[in-house]
């Protein structure tokens, strides 16, 4: 890998270099590096472009790296990445894509991900998304997340998503039986003329099974982001699910929250505010000595980095 | 030394000029504590947030070391050695108590530092520093941080704005100590009270946006005493 892929790895996955565990580094739409563990089992598909992630029942403390880079211009990437958690595991897996475009032409990634979670197992899942480059095309990032959940499982989603992304739209979809428990952070920043629509549709068949969504998001300059979330709950469940904007500029942000309670014991709660920064949130940065920018940056820093 | 120069600040009203500051001159020398009090409304916030620039009066200079602070902006004064410690503390989403105590003192403060500066207003860091400054603190835990944060700058001048509102069971005892212990900064504090009011080289009584008396605290008392706020008087009975 160049200088640049190497940076952009960086910033999608953390990794200063290639791990030794189970990983599947996909470049340009082609595979870089492939490795299995004797724990955990990557398959190419066979009928489209993408694989198969399976990780043994009872595996415990491991983790699968899936980054994928794009550092051309003019590329259409479409991936499907299937993962089938085995009972009673409780892995990590980093996934996440970097977009380094300096040409004219557009790239695009399309990362499909369907997580099957069986019974009693744990994910962890982070998910970071990367645009830059001086070219003016578009990099433009469109995620879609499915989510099974099995009994007692529970996962915990991370996904972020901070500057350079000039178009993204993110579909996420869950279903959850009983006593599962899904808890998703998202952050986002846009700039610029950037675009960024986000959807949650989860579905709370089980008992006691339950959906925690925070999302914090800062639109700049003429940027627009729309955030879109629909539970439902079939059962005794828990929902929740919070939209926090920051507006800055002529920037726009639209929240339409959706909460449905098809069974009369489903609980379900969500909360949505937007706004600018707060006056006294930046007089106080400043009467310790910050400038008004740094004051500004300083919220929006922590707004998007602190614990949600 | 700082100096307040003929101040006055008039704001409009359903269409009525109202005065809320009125030709106010005060001189607040170095190393000493000055209480300012009086009864609600009398102008004594709005007053010290003019100094740090918070408010800009109407008419009048206010003289800083020499400097004039007339245009110059809120972090410019924290930066010629002001600091300001809020009556209602400021939450943050995402900020922790780190974070802010960092912002503070211009630098990445070491875990031994942080210990200082919070142990100085009773708290432990280790329970603190990690936590974002939000309501999930109470506001007598708030109020301690507003405190830290205030004097870990280290500043010429402290401005404390009702510094014991909200101080849930910490003790009065505790707070006079952190002022007495402020070593050769001068201390602007407004106070309801008595305990504060004794610590005071000076007390300042404001009412209807005036001086009424300057003076030790047995000096200024009676005027205290004589004023026909119920609340400011039976906390000097």
């Given at each position: 890998m160049n200088k640049i892929e190497k940076a952009l790895l960086e910033k999608v996955s953390g990794l200063h270099k290639i791990p030794a565990g189970a990983v599947n580094i996909r470049r340009n739409g082609e595979i870089v590096k492939r490795n299995s563990t004797s724990e955990i089992e990557i398959v190419p598909k066979t009928d489209k472009s993408g694989i198969d992630i399976f990780v043994k029942p009872n595996v415990v403390g491991k983790s699968v790296h899936i980054p994928v880079l794009i550092t051309v211009g003019g590329l259409d990437d479409l991936v499907y990445n299937d993962f089938y958690i085995g009972e009673n595991a409780d892995v990590t897996i980093v996934a996440g894509c970097g977009i380094h475009n300096s040409t004219c032409n557009t790239s695009t990634h399309n990362g499909i991900h369907c997580f099957h979670i069986s019974k009693n197992s744990k994910v962890k899942y982070f998910e970071s998304h990367v645009g830059e480059g001086e070219g003016s095309g578009g990099k433009v990032l469109n995620p879609i997340t499915k989510i099974y959940m099995e009994s007692g499982s529970q996962m915990h989603m991370e996904t972020i998503q901070i500057e350079g992304v000039t178009s993204t739209i993110r579909k996420t979809f869950a279903s959850l039986k009983d006593n599962a428990k899904l808890m998703v952070t998202e952050k986002l920043l846009t700039t610029d003329f950037q675009t960024a629509k986000t959807q949650f549709d989860v579905n709370l068949l089980g008992e006691n099974s339950s959906v925690e969504i925070s999302s914090r998001s800062v639109a700049k300059n003429y940027s627009v982001q729309e955030f879109k979330s629909n539970i439902i709950g079939k059962n005794q469940c828990f929902g929740h699910v919070e939209c926090d904007g920051i507006v800055l500029d002529e920037a726009r942000i639209v929240s339409i929250p959706k909460i449905d309670a098809a069974d009369n014991n489903a609980s379900l709660v969500h909360e949505a505010a937007i706004g600018k920064i707060a006056g006294e949130e930046l007089t106080k940065l400043m009467t310790l000595g910050l400038t008004k920018q740094q004051a500004e940056e300083t919220i929006i820093q922590g707004f998007l980095m602190g614990d949600n | 030394m700082l100096k307040l120069e003929n101040i006055s600040y008039i704001v409009e009203e359903d269409g009525l000029n109202k005065t809320i500051l009125d030709n106010v001159s005060l001189t607040f020398e170095d190393g000493k504590t000055y209480v300012i009090t009086g009864p609600n409304g009398s102008g004594k916030s709005t007053l010290v947030k003019m100094i740090m620039g918070i408010e800009t009066p109407t008419t009048g200079n206010i003289v800083f070391n020499g400097i004039?602070?007339?245009?110059?902006?809120i972090n410019e004064r924290a930066n010629l050695g002001i600091s300001y410690a809020f009556q209602q503390p400021v939450k943050f989403k995402g900020l922790k108590v780190r974070d802010l105590l960092d912002a503070a003192t211009g630098k990445s403060n070491d875990f031994k530092t942080l210990c200082n500066y919070l142990s100085a207003v009773g708290l432990c860091a280790r329970d603190y520093i990690d936590r974002p400054l939000d309501g999930t603190l109470s506001g007598g835990e708030l109020k301690r941080i507003e405190l830290a944060m205030a004097i870990c700058r280290k500043s010429k001048l402290n401005i404390f704005d009702e510094p014991e509102a909200g101080i849930d069971l910490w003790s009065f005892e505790n707070l006079t100590k952190i002022f007495r212990s402020l070593g050769e900064a001068t201390n602007i504090i407004v106070s309801h009270q008595k305990k504060i009011l004794e610590i005071a080289d000076e007390v300042i009584l404001l009412k209807g946006g005036r001086v009424e008396k300057v003076g030790k605290y047995k000096q200024v008392l009676p005027y205290i005493q004589n004023n026909q706020c119920d609340k400011l008087r039976g906390e000097h009975e």
């Open positions: - | 004039s602070l007339d245009g110059l902006q």
